[in-house]
């Protein structure tokens, strides 16, 4: 018997659910612009520090400068990299500055710069990280990057976090050090964040079993812990015999009864733990 699989949802809910997260992580994102960033002229990358440097510079409303910035990027990411950001990518283009627009004169939930740094880096992670959930971007200069990325030899992440960078150099020369400062761990709280919300909070354990009574071990793990195991073919360094090795994931909530189990059957067992921060397929989340 195996955990039992969760059934996969009908296509038109799988595909209205990612338009929905698309909309709420935009809403998100631009709520942490304007009550957290903006307000304590943190600019974290992006076309949002952009408009947060034009804002404080000629004192552009940040709505209008992210979709003069967002609209030509994504005509240059058809015209260089091809169709295959679709429509909703496009929606997370457009709808992001038009919720900055309509939440422009909202007041700011906190005053204070390094408050400011880390609650919004969460909230715009958390945004961020809804957005891609529903497989789209939000635009702006992670299509520069990828354009870069295309047409030189660097990698994708060095492209964004040269043009990140830029975007915290100019910040800081604009405001001050401080503010640059702030900008970065912004960046770093909302790097994490998006990590969080695509692995989630439960980790779980990968467990490697060396033992000389496998099969009572691999029978235990079947039917009393009710997990998958699978038998590793090893071989001793030592003594070049032939050692099986059990492999297992368990959610962290069974791993204490795994520990007791193969204690049980071979207190000599020898096992190795290591987190496994995702696991897809039966018993865990689906593919």
């Known amino acids: 018997m195996r955990k039992r699989r969760r059934e996969p949802q009908h296509p038109v809910i799988e595909k209205a659910l990612e338009y929905i997260f698309i909309l709420i992580g935009s809403a998100l994102i631009a709520i942490a612009f304007n009550v957290f960033l903006l307000p304590n002229q943190i600019a974290s990358g992006g076309v949002s520090g952009i408009s947060t440097i034009f804002a404080a510079t000629f004192g552009f409303?940040?709505?209008?400068?992210?979709?003069?910035?967002?609209?030509?990027?994504?005509?240059?990411?058809?015209?260089?990299l091809g169709m295959q950001f679709g429509v909703k990518t496009l929606i997370g283009t457009l709808f992001l500055p038009f919720i900055?627009?309509?939440?422009?004169?909202w007041e700011p939930w906190t005053n204070d710069a390094l408050l400011g740094s880390i609650c919004g880096g969460i909230l715009v992670g958390g945004g961020l990280g809804?957005?891609?959930?529903?497989?789209?971007?939000?635009?702006?200069?992670?299509?520069?990057?990828?354009?870069?990325?295309?047409?030189?030899?660097l990698s994708l992440g060095m492209c964004v976090a040269l043009i990140d960078g830029l975007i915290v150099l100019s910040a800081a020369f604009v405001f001050d050090i401080e503010?640059?400062?702030?900008?970065?761990?912004?960046?770093?709280?909302?790097?994490?964040t998006i990590d969080l919300v695509q692995i989630g909070f439960n980790r779980s354990k990968l467990a490697l079993i060396i033992t000389n009574r496998e099969p009572e071990v691999?029978?235990?793990?079947?039917?009393?812990?009710?997990?998958?195991?699978?038998?590793?073919s090893g071989q001793g360094g030592y003594t070049d015999d032939a050692r099986p090795i059990l492999m297992c994931v368990v959610d962290q909530s069974e791993f204490t009864k795994l520990k007791q189990l193969v204690k049980l059957v071979d207190a000599k067992a020898f096992v190795i733990v290591t987190d496994a921060s995702e696991v897809l397929g039966e018993g865990f989340k689906r593919v």
């Not at 967002?70 to 015209?79: K, V």
């Not at 900055?100 to 004169?105: D, G």
């Not at 957005?131 to 520069?144: C, E, M, R, W």
Request: charged share 15%; hydrophobic share 50%; aromatic share 12%.
């Open 61 to 80: 409303e940040p709505a209008y400068v992210q979709w003069a910035f967002n609209i030509p990027l994504f005509i240059a990411g058809l015209i260089f």
């Open 100 to 105: 900055v627009f309509m939440t422009r004169n």
């Open 130 to 153: 809804i957005v891609f959930l529903g497989k789209a971007s939000t635009g702006g200069t992670d299509l520069a990057a990828q354009i870069i990325h295309k047409y030189t030899h």
């Open 179 to 192: 503010k640059g400062l702030y900008a970065l761990i912004s960046l770093y709280a909302t790097g994490k």
């Open 218 to 232: 691999r029978k235990a793990i079947l039917h009393e812990l009710d997990r998958g195991v699978t038998r590793l």
